[in-house]
Nanobody, 124 residues
Framework: QVQLVESGGGLVQAGGSLRLSCAAS????????MGWFRQAPGKDREFVAG????????TYRDSVKGRFTISRDNAKHTMYLQMNSLKPEDTAVYFC?????????????????WGQGTQVTVSS
């Protein structure tokens, strides 16, 4: 069992930056692929970024490439999402998730544990 707690959300102007954190409980953090998802009102939850267990590989949705950076610190059981050049369309609740899989799969239905989410609002 893994418990995930997000933090770092807030209100920011377009062009600004935020850094989200996801703290994980338990001793098995390094055995999970980790990911960030987001869900805007009235829309489906969508994959934003993912990172493999060792941190050696990352993947992003096209709309955030070059602006967002995912990272993890296995010693601290924490994952991060650095978000730069934020746009109003990035406004959503952001969720972190853990996946018990050898390969990182971006589809939402293949993630085992979810956090409660943190609100990110980007004003124009």
């Amino acid at each position: 069992q893994v418990q995930l707690v997000e933090s770092g959300g807030g209100l920011v102007q377009a062009g600004g930056s935020l850094r989200l954190s996801c703290a994980a409980s338990g001793r098995t953090f390094s055995t999970y692929n980790m990911g960030w998802f987001r869900q805007a009102p009235g829309k489906d939850r969508e994959f934003v970024a993912g990172i493999t267990r060792s941190g050696s590989s990352t993947t992003y949705r096209d709309s955030v490439k070059g602006r967002f950076t995912i990272s993890r610190d296995n010693a601290k059981h924490t994952m991060y999402l650095q978000m730069n050049s934020l746009k109003p369309e990035d406004t959503a609740v952001y969720f972190c998730a853990a996946q018990a899989s050898i390969s990182l799969i971006t589809s939402t239905r293949f993630w085992n544990y979810w956090g409660q989410g943190t609100q990110v609002t980007v004003s124009s």
